[in-house]
């Protein structure tokens, strides 16, 4: 699977809108986006997905850059709740079938 | 809302004891995984299953490692021989679709938190 990079951390304040990028130069074309989230002592949750177009879920918004090469995972209004590590991974069509995690972004949010 | 359910929640085992760490997958999905995450690190896949058999399988699930659904429920994962490397959160995932290969939803329980004393 093609590799990503992610922030180590970042923080924000609550009720604001949260960006949180994810660089994919090598992504290939037929390679989903996709971003799940760990809060703490939780499994893995999935957050939302993409291919090329940008797509928005009850719980976020993903952009996904023209030559898709990164994208951003956008929280429109952060609470507590949504302090967690951030993982923005790429699944291929004809890649593994497990995801491959990488460290995250550990997004703090601040009363 | 259907989850993934895991037990136990913590199981605490000697070097060398076998254990079975057991998931109940959500109904209707027909594909099965198992992963792990050492404390302090990243998850990891170990399995997935699918069909009855082991469709994909990482360097970690070496011998010691098996998978089992034994029934139309229950979805184990089975450490023949433990060793204390092995302490770690383990946890089970389903989809309905196969990850990686098709854009879909994998749904994760709470994992196992087994420690190898």
């Known amino acids: 699977d093609a590799k990503t990079t992610q922030p180590n951390s970042m923080e924000s304040n609550e009720e604001e809108p949260v960006h949180l990028p994810c660089n994919h130069s090598?992504?290939?074309?037929?390679?989903?986006i996709h971003w799940y989230r760990q809060l703490p002592s939780q499994g893995p949750e999935y957050v939302i997905h993409?291919?090329?177009s940008n797509v928005n879920n009850r719980m976020a918004s993903l952009a996904i850059a023209e030559d898709r090469k990164s994208s951003t995972l956008i929280l429109h209004r952060a609470t507590l709740r949504d302090a967690a590590v951030y993982y923005c991974?790429?699944?291929?069509?004809?890649?593994?079938?497990?995801?491959?995690f990488g460290k995250g972004t550990h997004l703090i949010i601040q009363p | 809302e259907p989850e993934v359910t895991q037990t136990p929640s913590h199981q605490v085992t000697q070097m060398g004891q076998e254990v079975i760490l057991r998931c109940v997958p959500i109904s209707n999905h027909l594909y099965f995984y198992w992963y792990r995450q050492i404390l302090g690190q990243k998850v990891e896949f170990l399995v997935s299953?699918?069909?009855?058999?082991?469709?994909?399988k990482s360097e970690i699930f070496d011998d010691q490692f098996s998978v089992e659904r034994p029934d139309g429920s229950n979805f184990t994962l089975k450490i023949r021989s433990t060793k204390l490397e092995d302490s770690a959160m383990y946890f089970c995932a389903s989809s309905a679709r196969r990850q990686g290969r098709v854009n879909t939803e994998a749904f994760f329980g709470q994992g196992t938190r087994l420690t190898v004393v």
């Open positions: 993409g291919l090329t």
């Open positions: 991974i790429l699944t291929s069509g004809g890649g593994a079938d497990g995801l491959t």
């Open positions: 090598t992504i290939s074309g037929t390679d989903y």
């Open positions: 299953f699918y069909n009855n058999e082991i469709s994909e």
